[in-house]
Structures are given as structure tokens and as C-alpha cells.
């Protein structure tokens, strides 16, 4: 499974972003796909999940700003994120669990800028 992330850059605070990743190679229907965070002198976070079945789950510091969602039939995970803060400031990693193997993207830079 290779997963391709891209839509991170640099917006001011409040602000929004919205970032995809789509998953390709010898797959049939990934498990949990999601979105994990890394801040500079940070451990990796999670910052939202979505089943095959649309159920998500977000960390505190998501709910109520970021929306996930994916596209079943592209085997792509959508972060759509509004009223950005500086704190959401790291690099964004995208995750697929399938068949019991975590898969992770290259990782895309969001800055928020104050």
C-alpha cells in the first residue's frame, strides 16, 4: 500500500486547509484510514480516524474544527480543516490500517501563522 498525501502549505491563523491522501497499490478495502500529527520536539498525535464504515473519532484538539472523510471507491481520506490555530502547526502524516499493517505517508508541512 503506498499512500500519496498532499494540500498542506502555509495559512494565518483562522484560516483553512484541507488535505488529501489517496492510497494505491494491491488493496481491495483499507480498514481505518486517518490522520496523525507531528509537532517539532513532539511525539507523532493522532488527529482523526475514519472507518470503511464512516465512523470517525478525533483528538480534543480537532473536534469541532477538522472534519474527516473518505472516499471509499478512490481509497482516499480527506482532512478538512477550518479555524486553524499555530498550535496546529507540524507535519501532517496520513495512515491506512489494512490487513492488519499500518501503512503511513510521506508526511505534508501545515503552517499556521499568527
Known amino acids: 500500500v503506498q499512500l500519496q498525501a498532499s494540500g498542506g502549505g502555509s495559512v494565518q491563523a483562522g484560516g483553512s486547509l484541507r488535505l488529501s491522501c489517496a492510497a494505491s497499490?494491491?488493496?481491495?478495502?483499507?480498514?481505518?484510514m486517518g490522520w496523525y500529527r507531528q509537532a517539532p520536539g513532539k511525539q507523532r498525535e493522532l488527529v482523526a480516524t475514519v472507518t470503511s464504515g464512516g465512523r470517525t473519532n478525533y483528538a480534543d484538539s480537532a473536534k469541532g474544527r477538522f472534519t474527516i472523510s473518505r472516499d471509499n471507491a478512490k481509497n482516499t481520506v480527506y482532512l478538512q480543516m477550518n479555524s486553524l490555530k499555530p498550535e496546529d502547526t507540524a507535519v501532517y502524516y496520513c495512515?491506512?490500517?489494512?490487513?492488519?499493517?499500518?501503512?503511513w505517508g510521506q508526511g505534508t508541512l501545515v503552517t499556521v501563522s499568527s
Open positions: 497499490g494491491r488493496i481491495f478495502r483499507i480498514n481505518v
Open positions: 495512515n491506512a490500517l489494512f490487513r492488519a499493517r499500518n501503512y
